[in-house]
């Protein structure tokens, strides 16, 4: 297996746990009341900071840093980006389908827009500092 396919297969696996808690969450929420949209993002922010242990721990697990602050930071604005994705698709599909159809389209969206600010900037791979490769390849003679 690849290490795109395995990172795939890792993305997907907590994309599907965190749909879990999200749409749990929402749904609670709805039965409480809050209109559908709102209690939509709410499920979304909140399996967001789950998403984030999940994906620095698992997901890109390879790709981990000492700092993780701006990591975090960094992996929000990402959120906010798939927020509005999965929100426009929600708000666009959900008096035509309801809310559980229209809560994974939605999820749909925003995770692929989560998954390519992810991979190509918040756990992007980054060079080594070059002190880092003098002092490894010196170690190496």
Known sequence: MTRLTSRLLRYVSVGGLCFSLQYAFASALGRAGTPWPLANAAGFL????????LSTTWTWRDRTIRVAWPR???YHASVLLALGANT???LLAYRRTGPLPAALLGVLTGS??????????????RAAPPETLRRETETAR
């Open 88 to 90: 426009a698709v929600f």
């Open 112 to 125: 692929t827009a989560a998954y390519l600010a992810c991979d190509l900037g918040v756990f992007r791979r």
């Open 46 to 53: 909140t399996s967001a900071q789950l998403n984030f242990l």
């Open 72 to 74: 975090w930071a960094a």
